[in-house]
């Protein structure tokens, strides 16, 4: 696996910054929600880099984060024109986009609006909009962070259906949530990415995603129920939908054969 030594940062003509590690193809990754935008620092960092490592090992991967500073009223169209901008100029061809969680909506939004800066497309814990249930997390995070509470033990709720297993959760987030803090104690551009996804619903559009596509996900996963992937590649043409039986929202990604499937459907 890739280690921490070899993670370089770096930005797009446009400004955007990323941070990149292995070799190979180019890989976009785009990751899930974070405190604040950018590309981090600390244990943050190692938060938002590991999903991704093993992918390392066939791509040079392009860990983006949204940017800072957004505007108040900011739309997941705004946030993929910046990062459409910046694959364009950086690229100049389509490469491969991989989006997890609040990422995966990027990377949706991202082959909606600008499919001549993708080529192939892979959504992993992530579909057309948020479940009521990932919504109202997602919510609690923003109110608890805007109260100067620990917002992340907001995602208690969806690990799981267990009350025990809930409350357990909720104490380890308090314990973890001080690691993902913003670098500032400023979290406007996390709420801000919050706020967009939050209005944000492709369902009646997936019809227009004309990439190759393959949606994945845990068939346990309470921020996304399973049928809501299915529906994600059923409404995309010709996707593919990988399950993994009995994993939940952050442990998909985390399956050994997540970077093989990834790898065979990119190398197709």
Same mark, same amino acid.
């Given at each position: 696996?890739?280690?921490?030594?070899?993670?370089?940062?770096?930005?797009?003509?446009?400004?955007?910054? #990323?941070?990149?590690?292995?070799? @190979?193809? *180019?890989?976009? %990754?785009?990751?899930?929600?974070?405190?604040?935008?950018? +590309?981090?620092?600390?244990?943050?960092?190692?938060?938002?880099?590991?999903?991704?490592? $093993?992918?390392? /090992?066939?791509?040079?991967?392009?860990?983006? +984060?949204?940017?800072?500073?957004?505007? =108040?009223?900011?739309?997941?169209?705004?946030?993929?024109?910046?990062?459409? /901008?910046?694959?364009?100029?950086?690229? @100049?061809? *389509?490469?491969?986009?991989?989006?997890?969680?609040?990422?995966?909506?990027?990377?949706?939004?991202?082959?909606?609006?600008?499919?001549?800066?993708?080529?192939?497309?892979?959504?992993?814990?992530?579909? #057309?909009?948020?479940?009521?249930? @990932?919504?109202?997390?997602?919510?609690?995070? !923003? /109110?608890?962070?805007? %109260?100067?509470?620990?917002?992340?033990? %907001?995602? !208690? $709720?969806? $690990?799981?259906?267990?009350?025990?297993?809930?409350?357990?959760?909720?104490?380890?987030?308090?314990?973890?949530?001080?690691?993902?803090?913003?670098?500032?104690?400023?979290?406007?551009?996390?709420?801000?990415?919050?706020?967009?996804?939050?209005?944000?619903?492709?369902?009646?559009?997936?019809?227009?995603?004309? &990439?190759? =596509?393959?949606?994945?996900?845990?068939?346990?996963?309470?921020? #996304?129920?399973?049928?809501?992937?299915?529906?994600?590649?059923?409404?995309?043409?010709?996707?593919?939908?990988?399950? #993994?039986?009995?994993?939940?929202?952050?442990? $998909?990604? /985390?399956?050994?054969?997540? *970077?093989?499937? &990834? %790898?065979?459907?990119?190398?197709?």
């Amino acid at each position: 696996m890739t280690s921490k030594l070899d993670i370089r940062e770096g930005t797009f003509p446009n400004g955007l910054a #990323y941070l990149s590690f292995g070799s @190979g193809s *180019p890989l976009i %990754a785009l990751p899930g929600s974070t405190a604040e935008n950018g +590309n981090l620092s600390g244990s943050a960092r190692k938060f938002m880099v590991k999903p991704f490592l $093993a992918l390392g /090992e066939r791509h040079t991967v392009y860990v983006v +984060n949204r940017r800072p500073g957004l505007a =108040a009223g900011t739309t997941m169209s705004d946030i993929t024109t910046d990062l459409a /901008e910046a694959l364009q100029g950086e690229f @100049g061809e *389509p490469v491969d986009v991989l989006g997890y969680s609040t990422g995966g909506s990027v990377a949706q939004q991202l082959a909606l609006g600008h499919p001549k800066v993708v080529r192939r497309l892979v959504v992993t814990s992530s579909a #057309y909009t948020l479940s009521p249930s @990932g919504r109202s997390a997602m919510r609690q995070f !923003a /109110e608890r962070a805007a %109260a100067g509470k620990r917002p992340a033990t %907001a995602f !208690a $709720a969806i $690990a799981s259906t267990s009350k025990i297993a809930q409350r357990m959760m909720a104490g380890l987030l308090w314990m973890l949530d001080p690691m993902m803090r913003p670098s500032n104690g400023d979290y406007t551009d996390g709420i801000r990415v919050i706020e967009a996804e939050d209005q944000w619903d492709i369902k009646d559009r997936l019809a227009e995603i004309q &990439v190759p =596509a393959m949606v994945l996900g845990g068939d346990k996963d309470l921020a #996304y129920p399973a049928q809501m992937f299915r529906d994600t590649a059923d409404g995309i043409p010709g996707a593919t939908l990988v399950l #993994y039986e009995g994993r939940n929202h952050n442990s $998909a990604i /985390e399956d050994r054969r997540f *970077p093989e499937d &990834v %790898a065979k459907f990119l190398e197709a």
